[in-house]
């Protein structure tokens, strides 16, 4: 299910392929960031289902629970903000795939290019190469020609 051969490389900027592959880094940073953060939750989740009541230490500024209410909502919260952060790892994952497809499919595009570039240069070659021993025969028959002349008239 590969892309269909598309715009030639006349029309694909050279540039095309630096900001994939920015927007690639800037989508595993963010994807890396989420795993952190991701990770403080879970423990943040943990430690509220076994009791623990001290104050959380995320950045999403989760408050230290005073009773059993405030521990079940301050999980409540952890745990949809782990489903939120999963989804978005998902999407970036999802994205960072379709990226890696297209740096693929661009990479198989100019390889292609490049190959029926080199035939092409091959086809001139032999083409002049035949022009040339083309000329080289013609030029050797009026030789020949020029020397059966000069003998004729010698005789």
């Not at 590969?2 to 994807?31: I, N, W």
């Not at 289902?49 to 001290?54: I, K, P, Q, T, V």
């Not at 190469?129 to 002349?149: F, I, V």
């Amino acid at each position: 299910s590969r892309s269909p051969p598309g715009p030639t490389m006349a029309s694909v900027p050279r540039a095309v392929s630096s900001p994939v592959a920015e927007e690639l880094a800037q989508a595993q940073a963010e994807t890396e960031r989420l795993r952190q953060e991701l990770e403080e939750l879970k423990a943040a989740e943990a430690a509220a289902e076994a009791g623990d009541h001290r104050p959380f230490t995320s950045t999403e500024g989760f408050l230290e629970p005073t009773s059993d209410t405030a521990a079940l909502l301050s999980t409540a919260k952890a745990h949809a903000e782990n489903r939120r952060l999963e989804r978005e790892l998902k999407n970036l994952r999802a994205l960072a795939s379709r990226q890696r497809g297209e740096v693929e499919w661009l990479s198989e595009l100019k390889q292609h290019l490049n190959t029926s570039r080199q035939e092409e240069l091959e086809e001139e070659h032999l083409r002049l190469m035949e022009m040339q021993q083309e000329e080289e025969a013609e030029q050797a028959a009026r030789q020949m020609e020029e020397r059966r002349q000069r003998h004729l008239e010698a005789l």
